[in-house]
């Protein structure tokens, strides 16, 4: 059994999983290929994470995180995920890597997004959601600057996934400072604690709006019915899109043979590029 653990969470719809696995296989089978231990199969909750007595360590030896065998076990958290010591392959926002994680990790590459409408080689941008009112959705503009419609927008109630997300706050958030306003054009702002949830809330009116990443949006279309009560306003501008991680312990000559195996499975896609390389 591998000592290590690998993961891809930040698009593991349940509807998605079998599409998720059969990227990891390509993966976990070219990281094989080039004598790295890579685990037969991805992570999905807190039990399979590997428990460390006393927390998770930094650099100089300050506790960051508890043990994950002291968590919820069926539940997943993803920041005990992107810190643990034995993760060799993970994905996370740039969000959170600008807010901290970015000292305790390392970058090995960037998804390719050119499937999506909204995305553009590793850049994504975010669709800007209201319900639905039987006029058409906006079209992602082809230069990928901002098209946000601060009339439409101003006095409503706004609702993003999570405080560190790039896709569903922060990146607005730029794009409104950009144009001289703030997010106090919103009547209100809630958390709802992911993508679809948020997707849900505006289709059913307990929110007015929320920004949604390009990738999470094509997933909403494909299996979540709440997304046939919204409709695309506007869209953020595009910025780097959900970066593939890898503990900060990982020895340089095994990110080396993960980037050669990123760019063996992006050279042997039969349709677009899943992977950017980086470094």
């Known amino acids: 059994m591998s000592k290590f653990v690998a993961a891809l969470p930040m698009y593991d719809w349940p509807e998605a999983r079998g599409e998720v696995d059969a990227q990891w296989a390509l993966l976990r089978d070219a990281f094989r290929q080039r004598g790295i231990d890579a685990p037969e199969s991805v992570v999905r909750s807190n039990r399979e994470l590997p428990p460390v007595s006393g927390g998770i360590l930094d650099a100089v030896g300050e506790v960051i995180a508890s043990d994950p065998a002291t968590l919820p076990p069926d539940e997943f958290d993803f920041h005990q995920l992107w810190l643990s010591p034995a993760l060799l392959f993970g994905q996370t926002c740039w969000g959170p890597l600008e807010l901290g994680l970015a000292r305790h990790v390392q970058v090995i590459a960037q998804p390719n997004y050119d499937a999506f409408e909204g995305g553009q080689g590793e850049l994504y941008s975010s669709a800007?959601?209201?319900?639905?009112?039987?006029?058409?959705?906006?079209?992602?503009?082809?230069?990928?600057?901002?098209?946000?419609?601060?009339?439409?927008?101003?006095?409503?109630?706004?609702?993003?996934?999570?405080?560190?997300?790039?896709?569903?706050?922060?990146?607005?958030?730029?794009?409104?400072?950009?144009?001289?306003?703030?997010?106090?054009?919103?009547?209100?702002?809630?958390?709802?604690?992911?993508?679809?949830?948020?997707?849900?809330?505006?289709?059913?009116?307990?929110?007015?709006?929320?920004?949604?990443?390009?990738?999470?949006?094509?997933?909403?279309?494909?299996?979540?019915?709440?997304?046939?009560?919204?409709?695309?306003?506007?869209?953020?501008?595009?910025?780097?899109?959900?970066?593939?991680?890898?503990?900060?312990?990982?020895?340089?000559?095994?990110i080396a043979a993960m980037r050669e195996g990123v760019a063996a499975v992006e050279g042997g896609a039969s349709e677009q590029p899943l992977f950017q390389r980086v470094g």
């Not at 927008?153 to 997300?165: A, E, M, Q, W």
């Open 128 to 254: 800007l959601m209201m319900a639905a009112d039987g006029g058409s959705s906006a079209a992602s503009p082809q230069d990928g600057n901002a098209v946000i419609p601060i009339d439409l927008l101003r006095g409503k109630r706004f609702i993003f996934n999570s405080p560190d997300s790039m896709s569903g706050l922060i990146g607005l958030t730029r794009d409104l400072e950009a144009m001289g306003e703030s997010l106090d054009i919103f009547a209100s702002r809630g958390e709802s604690g992911g993508h679809r949830s948020s997707i849900v809330a505006v289709a059913e009116g307990r929110a007015d709006i929320a920004a949604i990443d390009c990738q999470s949006w094509a997933l909403a279309q494909r299996f979540e019915p709440a997304a046939r009560g919204v409709k695309v306003v506007g869209w953020t501008a595009r910025r780097k899109g959900l970066p593939y991680i890898t503990a900060r312990t990982t020895p340089a000559s095994l």
